[in-house]
């Protein structure tokens, strides 16, 4: 997620994308370049084989440029589902949903799932702050309405699972009234 807990949890991939990047990564994001392992590509083939839906939203983009290689294999590719995220444009992280993975997600009718937490759109949050009294809850339909424009559809995006996560949610509205 961000370059800190990338570092904690992949010290030596964190430092391999600051090496190839001459450290430029550092100024937005560090990517990972591992793709799956043996046995993982074993799994996935059989998903897919099953036709078996796979949750990317903790896939990194080697792994997703290698699943949508295999996906573009077969005659209906399977679509993309990205369960709990944002558009990399208010999440600036590789987890964030990147313009390639938004492509795909249009173009073969898959489904994302926004998370309503101001840590997943920090740049959003930041953005409002100049403005008077916006609630987190106003921030985040702004991201819902973008998401739609991208994708294309109402119907490919959702809101996001997984928020029993330790983040934080949405910042209540003008006085002191909770929104979510």
């Known amino acids: 997620m961000s370059n800190l807990i990338s570092f ?15 450290g430029a990564c550092l100024f937005t994001f560090c990517k990972s370049d591992l793709p799956f392992t043996p046995k993982g590509n074993q799994l996935i083939l059989e998903l897919v084989r099953q036709h078996v839906w796979i949750d990317l939203a903790h896939s990194n983009e080697a792994e997703i440029f290698g699943l949508v290689r295999l996906f573009l294999r ?9 369960t709990h995220t ?5 999440f600036p992280v590789e987890r964030g949903l990147g313009q390639f993975e938004s492509n795909y997600i249009r173009d073969h009718d898959g489904i994302v799932g926004l998370l309503p937490s101001q840590y997943m759109m920090p740049l959003a949050m ?10 987190g809850l106003d921030v985040f339909k702004s991201t819902l309405v973008r998401a739609i424009e991208v994708l294309g559809s109402a119907s490919r995006v959702a809101l996001g699972s997984d928020v029993n996560a330790p983040l934080d949610g949405l910042s209540p509205g003008c006085g002191g009234n ?3």
């Open 8 to 22: 904690a949890n992949s010290t030596g991939d964190f430092l391999k994308s600051v090496w190839t990047t001459h």
């Open 74 to 82: 077969d005659q209906n590719p399977l679509p993309l589902l990205v």
């Open 86 to 90: 944002q558009l990399r444009e208010y």
């Open 126 to 135: 930041n953005k409002a702050e100049n403005e008077k009294c916006v609630s």
């Open 178 to 180: 909770s929104e979510l």
